[in-house]
């Protein structure tokens, strides 16, 4: 008499075998995110600075103003090399 899997546990296997296939599928972006807060030298947060990042390699470019507690976030850009400035008032 042969030895035989049962039918659930070949369809159980070959499950696990396509997840592990396809879940790294999604897991791949083209666009990514910045995030940050802005501190002084005394590490205070620095409130309403103005931060600019731009992408080095097709020029885009994007603001916003940190919030109370110093943060900002740039969501949904494309991936690629930065640059970031912060500019605020009373800072040189």
């Known amino acids: 008499m042969e030895d035989k899997m049962p039918k659930k546990s070949i369809r159980f296997s070959l499950f696990v075998s396509l997840l592990l296939f396809v ?3 999604f897991g791949q972006s083209s666009s990514g995110s910045i995030s940050g807060t802005v501190t002084d030298e005394a ?3 620095v409130a309403g600075a103005n931060v600019m990042i731009r992408n080095i390699d097709v020029g885009l470019t994007r603001s916003a103003v940190t919030g109370s507690d110093g943060r900002f976030n740039f969501v949904d850009i494309p991936i690629g090399s930065y640059e970031v400035t912060v500019t605020a008032a009373n800072f040189a």
Do not use: L, S, T
């Open 23 to 25: 879940i790294p599928c």
């Open 43 to 45: 590490q205070a947060v």
